[in-house]
């Protein structure tokens, strides 16, 4: 009898481990082009509605011409905005104005301040010659973030002055802030890495593991591409293109051991906007259910 309830016991502990070894906190969003656009769901509160309704843990909110209308939609629906994504110039004014304000409006939210940095005919993609009033800007931005107790990602985005994740790890070095890191787009890192570059994506991706806020991911093609539209290989619906985005999710996730936010990029995506949600949503199922049950 002693050994039944022993056995019992142990079976008991084994089970309650593993539920909790393999439990997925990672809070699964979308950016805002999965459904702007859409003549049904054709303003901020039908949009947060929908996103809501359909499984999402939040919705990114879209530059500050944006914010207050999805400000206002994600107040009445009680979801989250996941990041806010914020436009950098490198001439005057440089920032938006209202930014300071909009950031003290997000206080106690989870929301991420994810900047992007635009380049200029003086100061071309990854050229590093406006590095120093960069680091003054996101300096300036983390300032305000951190009154509001808010992250900031900064966002490489391919043609942009920061366009490669090697260039955004170097300025967050020298920031040198807690509240100061970047984020992973899976469709931006293709469109600017080699296919020797690829093939170092784990090593990489572990160098920047102590400064990763947020990671976007897509469908794509691991390809070099030939396209005219680099987004026709580089942005694909979620489950879709050769290139293996469990697999990332999985290192990311499970061996990196990472609870960051995850997010889905559907820019340039053709077709039905809110078939699209709801297939998005149910290949995030099925790869959350496969990483809570793999080995």
Not at 161 to 176: C, G, S
Request: hydrophobic share 40%; aromatic share 12%; proline share 3%.
């Amino acid at each position: 009898m002693a050994l039944r309830i022993q056995f019992l016991f142990l079976f008991w502990i084994g089970c309650v481990t593993i539920a909790l070894a393999q439990k997925i906190k990672n809070d699964f969003f979308t950016l805002h082009n999965i459904i702007r656009g859409d003549s049904t769901y054709n303003t901020f509160d039908k949009q947060v509605e929908f996103i809501k309704k359909s499984g999402f843990d939040g919705i990114e909110i879209n530059q500050t011409q944006s914010f207050e209308g999805m400000k206002a939609a994600l107040d009445k629906h009680q979801f989250t905005g996941s990041y806010f994504y914020v436009r950098i110039e490198l001439k005057e004014p440089y920032i938006d104005k209202r930014l300071e304000q909009y950031i003290q409006q997000l206080k106690g939210s989870k929301t991420i301040i994810a900047p992007f940095i635009i380049a200029t005919a003086s100061f071309k993609p990854s050229s590093h010659e406006a590095d120093t009033l960069a680091v003054r800007l996101l300096t300036q931005i983390s300032d305000w973030a951190k009154a509001s107790g808010l992250q900031v990602a900064l966002y490489p985005h391919h043609g942009f002055y920061v366009e490669r994740t090697d260039h955004a790890l170097t300025l967050i070095k020298q920031i040198n802030r807690k509240n100061v890191g970047l984020t992973f787009n899976l469709c931006h890192w293709l469109a600017t890495t080699s296919n020797s570059e690829r093939l170092a994506l784990k090593p990489h991706l572990k160098e920047l593991k102590p400064y990763l806020k947020m990671v976007t991911i897509c469908g794509a093609n691991d390809v070099i591409t030939q396209q005219k539209t680099i987004w026709d290989d580089y942005i694909l619906p979620l489950g879709s293109g050769s290139f293996d985005t469990y697999g990332l999710l999985k290192y990311i996730i499970k061996d990196l051991k990472m609870s960051v936010p995850i997010g889905v990029q559907c820019y340039n995506i053709k077709g039905d906007k809110p078939l699209l949600v709801q297939n998005t949503i149910s290949v995030w199922k099925e790869y959350k259910n496969r990483l809570e049950n793999e080995k």
